[in-house]
């Protein structure tokens, strides 16, 4: 074991029971709001936010019309920046799906050493060579970084001196057994994600990575939890636009334990107490804020505004903008309300006929609003060009 307290448990959680409660409230929330019709696109989207805002408290510039472009680019080759972005989503979307955490050959379950470790080499795998080239921490050399496996030098972050380097492996082994998640019950297992977040942080396992692994991991254990909305908000949005304070609240839970007062392990109770607080008001004005911007009607009303400007502006086609049909808000609008349709059943409900309908749609998938499939329904698309309009100030 760590000698260090796991997190601060439900019974003696006072105010963070609360906010973990109302984080679990605001959650359900989000979930019944979203539509089906666009929930798998945003989920989407939302990796890229999160990777944006993840990469972007590393130091990283990427901006987000350089993320959204390259999403549309395919095969083009992305500057280093950019690249660390597009891998962190792509990680982030492999672990979404189900398949990065299944059993190794064996049939064993991975355990949380195993998986921290898995992600780190999936995110450094898929970038080049010159990213695992760490700097030495005390001499004029370049350690080469193997991804995925632990350090083998001690460092240190800022005025935090990671455990040393031999010690890292037996501290990764009893990271897992003190986060047993299937033991947890009730509020217990939000706020083991919040304490076990900084606690990854503070083992320092990797060279480089740490952050953004930590985090990476976090937002799949909050998506694997008891939360049924985590792929539609972004915690690192708000770890990102509160750096400083998320610094400061990681900062005060790596303090060792002030006195007999403080709980009995090496670091201090009440450093975790003010991480573990910090990490639910940040979750829960995310969630507030996603709510606002998700908010049925008001996205109804966006759209309608997108369009009409698209149909009061000279229609000139350009590669960024394609001109649309006079009838593709309608089509669009009733998408969103009712989820994929037919194109019978948009015909029946434009009342044109089958050529007409075909002229409206192929305006729409060159401006790159639906998915048209052959003999499958149409489906609506969040086109790059609409969405600071569909969802202001998300990035």
């Not at 990271?175 to 297992?189: A, C, E, I, S, V």
């Not at 636009?241 to 109770?269: H, I, P, W």
């Not at 001109?323 to 019978?344: D, F, M, N, W």
Request: charged letters at 25%; glycine letters at 6%; one cysteine or more.
């Amino acid at each position: 074991m760590l000698g260090i307290t796991p997190f601060i448990s439900s019974d003696r959680a006072g105010e963070l029971a609360d906010l973990a409660a109302r984080l679990i409230q605001l959650d359900a929330e989000l979930h019944r709001m979203v539509p089906g019709s666009i929930r798998g696109e945003l989920e989407s989207l939302l990796s890229f936010v999160n990777s944006y805002y993840s990469n972007r408290i590393e130091g990283n510039g990427t901006r987000p019309a350089d993320i959204l472009a390259a999403t549309e680019q395919v095969g083009t080759e992305s500057r280093h920046e950019l690249l660390e972005v597009l891998t962190c989503a792509e990680v982030e979307s492999l672990a979404a799906s189900g398949d990065f955490a299944k059993p190794d050959p064996s049939g064993e379950t991975l355990n949380h050493s195993e998986l921290v470790s898995r992600f780190h080499r999936a995110f450094y795998k898929k970038l080049p060579e010159k990213f695992c080239e760490i700097k030495h921490p005390t001499q004029d050399t370049v350690l080469t970084m193997i991804p995925g496996v632990f350090r083998q030098h001690d460092v240190m972050v800022g005025s935090h001196k990671a455990p040393d380097h031999h010690k890292v492996i037996c501290m990764m082994n009893g990271f897992t057994q003190m986060y047993r998640f299937k033991n947890f019950h009730g509020l217990d297992p939000i706020l083991a994600i919040a304490a076990l977040h900084h606690r990854l942080v503070w083992i320092h396992p990797f060279l480089d990575g740490n952050g953004r692994v930590a985090r990476l991991y976090t937002g799949y254990l909050l998506q694997n939890s008891i939360l049924k909305s985590h792929g539609l908000w972004s915690i690192n949005r708000g770890f990102s636009k509160q750096n400083e304070k998320y610094r400061q609240a990681l900062a005060m839970a790596d303090r060792v334990r002030q006195g007999g007062s403080d709980g009995r392990g090496l670091l201090s109770d009440n450093g975790l107490k003010f991480f573990t607080q910090f990490f639910l008001e940040t979750a829960i004005d995310q969630i507030e804020f996603f709510i606002e911007l998700f908010s049925f009607d008001k996205l109804l009303s966006r759209v309608r505004y997108y369009f009409d400007q698209r149909h009061a502006l000279p229609q000139i086609t350009t590669s960024e903008r394609q001109p649309i049909h006079k009838s593709s808000g309608a089509v669009y609008l009733h998408l969103l309300k009712e989820g994929v349709q037919t194109r019978e059943q948009l015909c029946k409900y434009l009342g044109v006929s089958d050529k007409t309908l075909r002229t409206i749609l192929k305006s729409m998938q060159a401006a790159k609003l639906v998915y048209l499939e052959d003999r499958q329904p149409v489906r609506p698309r969040l086109a790059s060009d609409a969405l600071e309009i569909f969802f202001p100030s998300m990035w």
